[in-house]
């Protein structure tokens, strides 16, 4: 059974959002900091996010800061990624994981891709 579990990705125009989620076992959720990654296609997974346990601190990569926000919902067990005026170098696919290793069995990932 699936550990992980993205979704929300799809095609979008340069300056548009779209709202990624990642359903999380209780297992692997509960007490842990959280993390959205990404792989774009010849590239290496990158860090693009990530969130404490209790929600309060955030990190952000360089490349995604200030149009990106992450967030979590406890009953739910999910991580959000909000991405806002997306650009065409966001196309990848995009993980969510815990946020340091040892990691989980990785998803399938959800795809981003931005046209511009």
Do not use: H
Not at 9 to 16: R, W
Not at 65 to 82: M, P
């Amino acid at each position: 059974q699936a550990q992980l579990v993205e979704s929300g990705g799809g095609v979008v125009q340069a300056g548009k959002s779209l709202r990624l989620s990642c359903v999380a076992s209780r297992r692997v959720f509960e007490g842990a900091s959280m993390a959205w990654f990404r792989q774009a296609p010849g590239k290496q997974r990158e860090l693009v996010a990530r969130i404490d346990d209790g929600g309060w601190n955030r990190e952000y990569s360089d490349s995604v800061r200030g149009r990106f926000t992450i967030s979590r919902d406890s009953a739910k067990n999910t991580v959000y990624l909000q991405m806002n005026s997306l650009k065409s170098e966001d196309t990848a696919v995009y993980y969510c994981n815990t946020a340091f290793p040892p990691y989980d069995t990785w998803g399938q990932g959800t795809q981003v891709t931005v046209s511009s």
